[in-house]
């Protein structure tokens, strides 16, 4: 800027602003601080409510996906509802076409298995089709597995020791009984599986949840859970069931 020193004498110049000039810069400095904060808070707020909400959505799908899976051929008798927060279910793990029955056991084929898993004694349970008009299923505990072969053929098969004689079986299907149940991890709930005699560490698949949230109830042709999520609202889902025996 140029300032004069006296009238008529030679302008002179110097560096520099003066006070007015620097409150000016700094008021528009501020002006321009507080609205970027206030977008990026805006943003971060956006963000964190989206993210809450994805997780609510996974979480609430999680749990569906689940329940549906696990008790797609499921009757009001196979459910047990033990407490609010936990319920006792047999979970499919595989099945196939019986090749051989005694007594005490019943042959099937490598080849005929269809699982997630190979069956295990004193996890497991036999559940072998004794009518297939009424879809009857009787229940037996795997008392033992071992490598057999089917009569015939000799195509390598498992031997499954059972409790209780397989009366004109021809299909057999192993489930798991397991517990379905809400706990607490933290400062929020989850749900988890556990095998029923409780032999294996708990597996969260569904969560976080708001702490106390979570109930069961069984109805003759349902099974419902409510649910709440962490930052969302309650949910009900409701599982179809077949009317038992």
């Not at 899976?69 to 407490?83: F, G, I, K, S």
């Not at 056991?105 to 349970?125: F, K, M, N």
């Not at 009857?136 to 072969?149: K, L, M, S, T």
């Given at each position: 800027?140029?300032?004069?020193s006296?009238r008529?004498?030679?302008?002179?110049y110097r560096?520099?602003f003066?006070l007015v000039?620097l409150l000016?810069?700094?008021?528009?400095l501020?002006?321009?601080?507080?609205?970027a904060?206030?977008?990026v808070?805006?943003i971060?707020r956006?963000?964190?409510?989206?993210?809450?909400?994805l997780?609510?959505d996974r979480?609430l799908?999680s749990?569906q996906v689940?329940?549906?899976?696990?008790?797609?051929?499921?009757t009001?008798?196979d459910?047990?509802?033990?407490?609010?927060?936990r319920?006792?279910?047999?979970?499919?793990?595989?099945?196939?076409?019986?090749?051989?029955?005694?007594?005490?056991?019943?042959?099937v084929?490598d080849?005929?298995?269809t699982?997630t898993?190979?069956?295990?004694?004193?996890?497991?349970?036999?559940w072998l089709l004794?009518?297939?008009?009424?879809?009857?299923?009787?229940?037996?505990a795997?008392?033992?597995?071992?490598?057999?072969?089917?009569?015939?053929?000799?195509?390598?098969?498992i031997?499954?020791?059972?409790?209780?004689?397989?009366?004109?079986?021809?299909?057999?299907?192993?489930?798991?009984?397991?517990?379905?149940?809400?706990?607490r991890?933290?400062?929020?709930?989850w749900f988890?599986l556990t095998p029923?005699n409780?032999a294996?560490a708990?597996q969260?698949?569904a969560?976080?949840?708001?702490?106390?949230?979570?109930?069961?109830?069984?109805?003759?042709?349902r099974l419902?859970?409510?649910v709440q999520?962490?930052?969302?609202?309650?949910t009900?889902?409701?599982?179809?069931?077949?009317a038992?025996?």
């Amino acid at each position: 800027m140029r300032t004069m020193s006296r009238r008529g004498a030679r302008p002179e110049y110097r560096e520099g602003f003066t006070l007015v000039e620097l409150l000016l810069g700094l008021t528009v400095l501020g002006i321009v601080a507080g609205t970027a904060t206030a977008v990026v808070l805006g943003i971060s707020r956006v963000a964190t409510r989206a993210t809450r909400s994805l997780v609510a959505d996974r979480a609430l799908q999680s749990l569906q996906v689940f329940l549906r899976q696990e008790l797609r051929d499921a009757t009001n008798a196979d459910v047990a509802v033990m407490a609010p927060t936990r319920v006792a279910l047999a979970r499919p793990i595989g099945e196939a076409m019986v090749c051989a029955a005694s007594d005490t056991a019943i042959l099937v084929a490598d080849s005929a298995w269809t699982g997630t898993r190979w069956p295990e004694p004193g996890r497991d349970d036999a559940w072998l089709l004794v009518d297939p008009v009424a879809a009857v299923w009787q229940a037996a505990a795997i008392v033992a597995v071992a490598a057999d072969q089917c009569p015939g053929d000799l195509a390598p098969a498992i031997r499954l020791s059972i409790s209780a004689p397989p009366t004109g079986t021809v299909v057999v299907r192993i489930m798991e009984p397991v517990e379905l149940s809400a706990y607490r991890s933290g400062i929020a709930d989850w749900f988890g599986l556990t095998p029923a005699n409780h032999a294996a560490a708990v597996q969260p698949f569904a969560g976080p949840l708001t702490p106390g949230t979570a109930r069961w109830v069984l109805y003759a042709d349902r099974l419902e859970t409510a649910v709440q999520p962490n930052g969302a609202a309650a949910t009900i889902i409701p599982i179809p069931l077949a009317a038992g025996p």
